[in-house]
């Protein structure tokens, strides 16, 4: 039977840790939320005191945190001193790459194998085991981490060696929060130039300004059904996660010498999005900051 220790239960974490109960496998749960120990219990999960106590007799440990600092804390303070040296351990929080590395090289240090594995997908991904996993591990590492992913997964891809998942995982969204920028800057002159914005996405939807942001979570409510344009822009993936991976990304640009000019202007656009007051919206709301439709 496998043994998975889960640590951080919150909006991405119980879903996951959800779904690996759900395919037989024996789930320890640890997180400081009494909240989230609640839920985790209802959900058929055993609860552990501490970190330390939940991957005790672990298999897998899968960690699911906010941010670096909590990942290599957990890591130094928990992990590494009380998991069985055979287990596997996985880092599926989004980080940033010199962290994931770190800790990858001191796990490796102490005879672990261990992976980061960020993910894309929101919180109904996780919660339907949809995610898509971008792994950074070595590669004779990589069929036992796919197979303890696999209750979690629609696709699981190994992007290279430790701290390549958490380098493609900030650059995929660098992507994203930049062409979502872009997508809203066309609406928005579309609609001064007086062009209705369906016959506007019906064009370019079929033209060579098509991208995801457009056709599949368009940011002008009505021509995408299910994007949360249509729903006030509530759920979906927050603003203020993006602004959290575009600094990710920023920083990761600035470390290793690579020039992103669109990247630190998306940067620059979200926080004023966050400023505002707008950071739980879904990130296409920058298309009513840039209309001048909100405060
Ligand atoms: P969240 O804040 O809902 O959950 C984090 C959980 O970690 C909380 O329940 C918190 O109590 C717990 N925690 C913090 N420190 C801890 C510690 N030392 N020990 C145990 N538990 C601890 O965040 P989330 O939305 O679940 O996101 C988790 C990670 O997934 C983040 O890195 C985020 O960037 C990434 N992510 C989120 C989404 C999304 O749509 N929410 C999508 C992709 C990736």
């Given at each position: 039977?496998t043994?998975?220790a889960f640590i951080?239960?919150?909006?991405m974490g119980?879903?996951?840790a959800?779904?690996?109960?759900?395919?037989g496998?024996?789930?320890?749960?640890?997180d400081?939320?009494?909240e989230?120990?609640?839920?985790?219990a209802?959900?058929?999960?055993?609860g552990?005191?501490s970190?330390?106590?939940?991957?005790r007799?672990?298999?897998?440990?899968?960690?699911?945190?906010p941010?670096?600092q909590?990942?290599?804390?957990?890591?130094?303070q928990?992990?590494?001193?009380?998991?069985p040296k055979?287990?596997?351990?996985?880092?599926c929080?989004t980080i940033?790459?010199?962290?994931?590395?770190?800790?990858?090289r001191?796990a490796?240090?102490?005879?672990?194998r261990?992976?980061?594995?960020p993910?894309?997908?929101?919180?109904?991904?996780?919660?339907?085991?949809?995610?898509t996993?971008?792994?950074?591990?070595r590669?004779q590492?990589f069929a036992d981490?796919?197979?303890?992913?696999?209750?979690m997964?629609?696709?699981i891809?190994r992007?290279?060696d430790?701290?390549?998942g958490?380098a493609?995982?900030?650059?995929?969204?660098m992507?994203?929060?930049?062409s979502?920028?872009?997508t809203?800057?066309?609406?928005v002159?579309?609609?001064?130039?007086g062009l209705?914005?369906?016959k506007?996405?019906d064009?370019?939807?079929?033209?060579s300004?098509?991208?995801w942001?457009?056709?599949?979570?368009?940011?002008w409510?009505?021509?995408?059904p299910a994007?949360?344009?249509?729903?006030?822009?509530q759920?979906?993936?927050?603003?203020a996660?993006?602004?959290?991976d575009?600094k990710l990304a920023?920083e990761?640009?600035?470390?290793?010498?690579?020039?992103?000019?669109?990247g630190?202007?998306?940067?620059?656009l979200?926080?004023?999005l966050?400023?505002?007051?707008h950071?739980g919206?879904?990130f296409?709301?920058?298309l009513?900051m840039?209309?001048?439709?909100?405060?």
């Amino acid at each position: 039977m496998t043994r998975v220790a889960f640590i951080g239960l919150g909006n991405m974490g119980s879903g996951m840790a959800a779904n690996q109960a759900k395919a037989g496998h024996e789930v320890t749960a640890f997180d400081l939320s009494a909240e989230a120990m609640k839920r985790a219990a209802e959900q058929g999960m055993r609860g552990a005191a501490s970190a330390g106590e939940a991957v005790r007799d672990a298999s897998v440990v899968i960690t699911m945190l906010p941010a670096g600092q909590h990942v290599r804390d957990v890591y130094e303070q928990a992990i590494l001193p009380n998991a069985p040296k055979d287990a596997l351990l996985i880092d599926c929080s989004t980080i940033d790459v010199d962290s994931a590395r770190t800790v990858a090289r001191d796990a490796s240090m102490q005879g672990f194998r261990a992976a980061d594995a960020p993910v894309s997908g929101g919180t109904a991904a996780a919660a339907s085991g949809a995610l898509t996993f971008m792994v950074g591990c070595r590669e004779q590492d990589f069929a036992d981490m796919e197979e303890a992913l696999k209750p979690m997964a629609k696709a699981i891809i190994r992007a290279g060696d430790a701290g390549a998942g958490q380098a493609a995982k900030i650059c995929n969204n660098m992507l994203l929060g930049i062409s979502m920028i872009a997508t809203c800057e066309a609406f928005v002159l579309a609609e001064r130039l007086g062009l209705d914005p369906q016959k506007f996405f019906d064009i370019s939807s079929k033209a060579s300004g098509q991208c995801w942001s457009l056709t599949s979570y368009c940011p002008w409510p009505g021509p995408v059904p299910a994007a949360p344009s249509n729903r006030d822009y509530q759920g979906g993936f927050a603003a203020a996660m993006m602004l959290k991976d575009l600094k990710l990304a920023q920083e990761a640009a600035m470390n290793s010498g690579a020039d992103t000019p669109l990247g630190g202007g998306a940067q620059a656009l979200y926080a004023e999005l966050v400023d505002r007051g707008h950071g739980g919206r879904d990130f296409s709301f920058m298309l009513q900051m840039l209309r001048g439709a909100v405060q």
